[in-house]
């Protein structure tokens, strides 16, 4: 399964010319290209879908989403188990 899941910029950087940051997606954290949405700051969320963040939502979205990709299981499928780093 492929699905867009939302997360919390923790940093931004650059690499090889690229937007980066690093998202928490509520104890998993990865890296992810942060080009589609270049005004984003740290502490505001996005969704991330193949690695690329796609767009901005709110803080009560995200953790609503969160919570439902954890009770239909596919949470794990998607990000691997909870403090993996990437």
Same mark, same amino acid.
């Given at each position: 399964?492929? +699905?867009?899941?939302?997360?919390?910029?923790?940093?931004?950087?650059?690499?090889?010319? +690229?937007?980066?940051?690093?998202?928490? !997606?509520?104890?998993?954290?990865?890296?992810?290209?942060?080009?589609?949405?270049?005004?984003?700051?740290?502490?505001?969320?996005?969704?991330?879908?193949?690695? !690329?963040?796609?767009?901005?939502?709110?803080?009560?979205?995200?953790?609503?989403?969160?919570? +439902? +990709?954890?009770?239909?299981?596919?949470?794990?499928?998607?990000?691997?188990?909870?403090?993996?780093?990437?």
């Amino acid at each position: 399964m492929c +699905l867009g899941v939302p997360g919390k910029i923790v940093d931004i950087y650059e690499a090889s010319g +690229l937007k980066m940051g690093r998202v928490d !997606f509520g104890g998993v954290t990865k890296e992810a290209c942060l080009e589609y949405v270049p005004d984003i700051q740290v502490g505001e969320y996005t969704v991330i879908h193949v690695g !690329f963040a796609i767009s901005r939502l709110s803080e009560a979205d995200a953790q609503e989403t969160l919570a +439902l +990709l954890r009770e239909v299981g596919a949470f794990e499928e998607e990000l691997g188990a909870p403090n993996e780093i990437t």
